[in-house]
């Protein structure tokens, strides 16, 4: 239940605000707005100025120029309070980022959810963030300090802190492959390749768990499918056994790296 409410005009405030008990960032809210018993203040991020894209460190909209937070290649730096939706429309979105984001949630929803919020609260079956894995992005969050974590750090221990921005390489290959009950559901299974030019193989599983996994970063792609198969060896649930999974990984493996040649 949310029991005070902030919306603060910079960053250094929203920050003093978090240091007080029971606080958290408020993102599209589609999470937080629901009942809960526990008592919770808000701090709302809209008018930070988070819901930033910008391709190596410029703003396409306007042509300003920040300092780059990606060195090595073109980088997106996605602001942590985009929402899926306008990252979803966004000419910079590869398509396979874009099917993704189709899946995560209907468009009501992705219209309010925020990026920073989304990764935040995912668990494994979120195609948002297997592609993400996929893709090596990274994560910025300010607390005392800045620092930027791998996505695949980032996910299993979901660190507490402000995340104010998301950065993934703009320039490789990413397929997206997927099995679900309906072709609007969330996945049973879902798997993104990145593909480097330098031949860097980078294959992330979503589908099940608490995150995604990652199953295979290699310098090429030798192996692919048996490192699909064997990161499920385990993934059994409700929806489905580990067998079907470890088959179906393999399978969306082969026809990811199909699709980025
Ligand atoms: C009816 C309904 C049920 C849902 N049930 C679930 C569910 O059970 N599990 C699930 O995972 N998703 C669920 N979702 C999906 C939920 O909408 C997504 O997790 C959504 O993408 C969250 O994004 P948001 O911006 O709305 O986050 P918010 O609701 O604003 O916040 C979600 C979490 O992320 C944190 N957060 C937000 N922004 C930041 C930031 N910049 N830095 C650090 N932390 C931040 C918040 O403090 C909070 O803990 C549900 C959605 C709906 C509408």
Known sequence: MITAYHRPHTLDEA??????????????????????????????????????????????????????VFSGGQALEIGATLTLQALLESEHCPPALKS?????APLNIRNSATVAGTLFSCDGRSPFATALLALDAKVTIVNRQSSIVNLGEFLPLRPRG???SITMPHNPKLAFE???RTPADKPIICAALTQWNSGRTRLALGGYGKSPLLAMDGTES??????????????????????????????????CLEATR
């Open 15 to 68: 920050l003093r605000l978090l240091t007080q008990p029971n606080t958290v960032p408020l993102g599209g809210g589609t999470l937080l707005s629901q009942s809960t018993v526990d008592p919770v203040t808000v701090v709302d991020l809209q008018h930070l100025s988070l819901d930033t894209l910008r391709v190596n460190g410029i703003d396409p909209s306007t042509r300003s120029h920040r300092p780059d």
């Open 100 to 104: 993704a984001l189709k899946l995560e």
């Open 162 to 164: 402000l995340i104010t």
């Open 178 to 180: 997927f099995v679900s």
């Open 222 to 255: 030798d192996g692919l499918e048996a490192a699909a198969s064997n990161a499920y060896h385990e993934a059994n649930d409700e929806w489905a056994s580990a067998e079907y999974r470890m088959d179906v990984a393999a399978v969306l493996a082969k026809r």
